[in-house]
């Protein structure tokens, strides 16, 4: 009888809850879990996937009756950690022999301390596609790089994997472990459901002091355009009505991103999708943006920050205001939707930049924008730095969120919490309350026919 492993993920709510972003919190059938079943279920292994988006404990204990998993895998991210034990303890009293692995960026940054903070059995390091599949095989602890587990007592801290090079390699993601008539996205961020995550490469090169780059690491890594169409193309077959790309660089590689363009267009892939993780404002020209409206693209997202270049600076961001504006304008002219990541309380921040902030994101007339507290995250260069001057104020993961404010977390080096909480609020008042905005949203809502919905998410939105 095949090992059988249940991967679960964690609900995404719990990360979102009480910001302004809730009602737009992106809840799709998690890729790292897609992934992971693909390599299971490809080398004879029986994998499922559960989700608590979209299931509750009761369910678990009903899935553990039927399924009788020998293993448990849980993907988390920092804030989550309790939770995820929680669920480790709970799969643990309904099987006392089943073996729990956990993954994902707060393990690969700090794999002692989660085992030493929990019940799981072993984590993985980096990336986990083939390190599963030699957990579940059997294969001796000792001979497994990228994992850290509990030898005599202790935690054993293995050598790390090294990156995979050739992502073509992989197994094709395994969607036939969910349920897709259960997933769905708010129209303001989806034009049809379910909507499917898919990565074209890994890595990331840039070195903003605010991103963990522990799973995937610096160097950039891709999938064949010939490879990335096939997944489009997989994912329509499923049912699947739009795409996110899951990368952090789509654009890192212009050229091999065009030939993606290329390819979907001569294939004639017909399929909505976006850069909803984000692509860089200094890696695109107009001829790029141009290809993908052609291939299906119809948003793009951008990581903007700040208006000030001296905070973009300070951050490492390597993106110049120029850049920023070019790219906009470009995107507009493609006839594309351009989406705006901002983030407020930067290093370096004063009241003066957090206001140059809101005003150039008023100047991008940008079809959406959306504003973040900034947190440090564990094992960024921020957060390094914020510990070293002892201004890190707990080391309780749970409060470390997205869009809350981290008065608790941390002091910040310019500026007091009240402000920056006023300027958060500020943000969205002022970009989104202008007359001209508010008749433009209204006049694209009836004509998308999504009025009643984008007004239940305007009134779940903090605006003083």
């Known amino acids: 009888m095949a090992t059988k492993i249940l991967l679960v993920n964690l609900g995404f709510e719990k990360f979102y809850e009480k910001t302004n972003i809730v009602g737009v919190a992106p809840t799709a059938p998690p890729l790292s879990l897609a992934c992971l079943a693909g390599s299971l279920n490809t080398q004879g292994f029986k994998a499922e996937v559960f989700d608590f988006n979209i299931y509750e404990d009761a369910d678990l204990v009903d899935t553990f009756r039927r399924f009788d998993p020998d293993y448990m895998g849980i993907t988390f991210v920092t804030p989550l950690i309790q939770e995820a034990n929680r669920i480790s303890q709970l799969a643990k009293t309904l099987k006392p022999t089943v073996t729990v692995m956990a993954g994902g960026p707060h393990c690969s940054s700090f794999p002692e301390s989660t085992l030493n903070e929990t019940s799981f059995d072993v984590v993985a390091v980096g990336e986990g596609d083939f390190t599963v599949c030699e957990i579940v095989e059997g294969k001796d602890y000792a001979d497994i790089d990228g994992i850290a587990y509990r030898k005599d007592g202790r935690v054993q801290v293995n050598p790390r994997r090294p990156f995979i090079k050739d992502l073509d390699a992989l197994a094709l993601p395994d969607y036939s472990v969910f349920e897709l008539d259960k997933y769905h996205i708010a129209p303001a961020i989806a034009r049809g459901n379910p909507v499917a995550w898919v990565e074209t490469s890994r890595g990331c090169v840039y070195d903003c002091v605010f991103c963990n780059k522990n799973c995937f690491g610096k160097t950039f890594r891709v999938k064949s355009p010939e490879r990335v169409v096939d997944e489009f193309q997989r994912v329509i077959d499923y049912g699947f009505k739009e795409i996110y790309l899951a990368d952090d660089g789509f654009t890192t590689n212009m050229t091999r991103a065009k030939k993606v363009?290329?390819?979907?267009?001569?294939?004639?892939?017909?399929?909505?999708?976006?850069?909803?993780?984000?692509?860089?404002?200094?890696?695109?020209?107009?001829?790029?943006?141009?290809?993908?409206?052609?291939?299906?693209?119809?948003?793009?997202?951008?990581?903007?920050?700040?208006?000030?270049?001296?905070?973009?600076?300070?951050?490492?961001?390597?993106?110049?205001?120029?850049?920023?504006?070019?790219?906009?304008?470009?995107?507009?002219?493609?006839?594309?939707?351009?989406?705006?990541?901002?983030?407020?309380?930067?290093?370096?921040?004063?009241?003066?930049?957090?206001?140059?902030?809101?005003?150039?994101?008023?100047?991008?007339?940008?079809?959406?924008?959306?504003?973040?507290?900034?947190?440090?995250?564990?094992?960024t260069e921020m957060y390094n730095d914020l510990d070293k001057a002892s201004r890190i104020k707990t080391y309780d993961w749970t409060k470390y969120k997205f869009h809350s404010v981290p008065s608790t977390i941390y002091d910040h080096q310019t500026l007091p919490w009240p402000v920056i909480e006023r300027y958060y609020k500020k943000f969205y008042r002022q970009v989104y309350m202008r007359p001209s905005v508010v008749a433009k949203n209204l006049k694209k809502s009836i004509k998308k026919g999504t009025l009643l919905s984008d007004l239940k998410l305007a009134m779940s939105v903090k605006w003083f």
């Open 261 to 379: 363009c290329d390819l979907l267009i001569e294939r004639n892939i017909k399929i909505d999708w976006s850069t909803l993780n984000g692509i860089r404002a200094d890696r695109v020209d107009l001829e790029l943006l141009q290809k993908m409206k052609k291939a299906g693209c119809y948003r793009i997202y951008m990581g903007i920050e700040s208006g000030n270049q001296e905070v973009l600076d300070t951050i490492k961001k390597g993106t110049t205001l120029e850049h920023l504006e070019n790219a906009v304008r470009w995107g507009k002219q493609a006839g594309l939707e351009v989406v705006g990541y901002f983030m407020l309380g930067l290093p370096g921040d004063t009241e003066e930049t957090m206001q140059q902030t809101i005003n150039f994101a008023k100047k991008l007339d940008l079809d959406l924008a959306k504003a973040s507290i900034t947190i440090p995250l564990p094992a």
